[in-house]
């Protein structure tokens, strides 16, 4: 950076712009040379409050399951209602044919779970199996095991002591590194105690 003069914010956004379509087609390189993949969809809402439609792609490449990042796209940019016919033909089907993805490659879509995504007769998910019937349709776990837990620290009492013990020390941790490094240190000290008590107890007897 000593000798690089382009520091203006336009030349620093262009060269983001490059890494990322540099990034972009080499995954999409990897894509196009796999037989099947997945897609991973959820809606999310950025700091600006725009609503974005977040995908990620699955694949495997060299015998290992890859997972990136595809593209975000703002939902409500040229509609005003964030439904599964918007998502459909506003943003899925026109972005994959951009990108020069095959759907009949699309093995599965991985969810929230929201009628949008995964309806039975109007959902995303539908409406791309009626382009290629083979695609399997999943309520994302994580997203599962985020509604359980709320309805579980609601239901047990201690479930919810717990929550509202981390929550607190979070708190009480958060911005101030004199107290996260206070707390380190009392952790390494537990941990070596913890370890050389191990130790003696596996002392071999004489």
Sequence with gaps: MKYLTH??????????????QVMLNSILQKLHNANYWGLKMDEVTDISVLELLVTFIQYVHDGEVKTNFLFAEDLLKASSSADANTIYT???????????????????????????????????????????????????????????????????????????????LWKYLENFPKRMA?????????NLLTCQRKAETLQPRS
Excluded: W
């Design 7 to 20: 520091r203006s914010p336009c030349a620093v956004r262009e060269m983001f712009l490059v890494v990322g």
């Design 90 to 168: 506003g943003y899925q089907i026109p972005k994959m044919t951009e990108l020069n993805m095959e759907i009949d490659k699309v093995s599965s879509l991985v969810s929230d779970g929201a009628s949008v995504m995964l309806g039975s007769r109007t959902g995303l998910a539908a409406r791309l199996k009626e382009v290629n019937s083979g695609i399997i349709s999943i309520h994302c776990i994580c997203q599962k095991l985020a509604l359980a837990c709320v309805d579980t620290a609601n239901d047990v009492e201690y479930i919810g002591t717990v929550e509202d013990l981390l929550r607190q």
């Design 182 to 190: 206070i707390y380190l240190k009392v952790q390494e000290e537990v």
